[in-house]
């Protein structure tokens, strides 16, 4: 079996078989570079304090601008979820709480 050409018209039915194998050569190679970058990064305290926090600024670089594009319901909702959490430790709760405060605060109007 050989490859056709890379022209459009040559591609074919083998152009998004290609750009799914690429896609995922590319993401592979976007993983593994972490753990091969993080073997030459010597794990001093300071450096996992800075790995340790990097969760929850991840998550609070996603949350956040979606609360201030969802207004204050999101953000109260989001505050009652967190206090499920902190509570229950149950994500189906949590959840359930969440959405539950979003959805009785849209009806209040808010």
């Given at each position: 079996m050989t490859l056709p050409d890379l022209n459009a018209a040559a591609l074919g039915s083998w152009g998004p078989i290609i750009a799914i194998l690429a896609m995922a050569v590319a993401t592979y190679l976007c993983r593994i570079a972490g753990v091969v970058l993080m073997g030459f990064i010597p794990l001093t305290p300071h450096v996992r304090r800075g790995l340790a926090a990097l969760p929850g600024s991840i998550i609070a670089a996603t949350v956040l601008p979606l609360i201030e594009r969802l207004g204050l319901a999101a953000g109260i909702a989001l505050l009652a979820?967190?206090?499920s959490m902190i509570l229950r430790r149950s994500e189906l709760l949590a959840l359930i709480v969440g959405m539950s405060a979003v959805a009785g605060l849209?009806?209040?109007g808010f």
């Open positions: 979820a967190i206090g849209r009806a209040l």
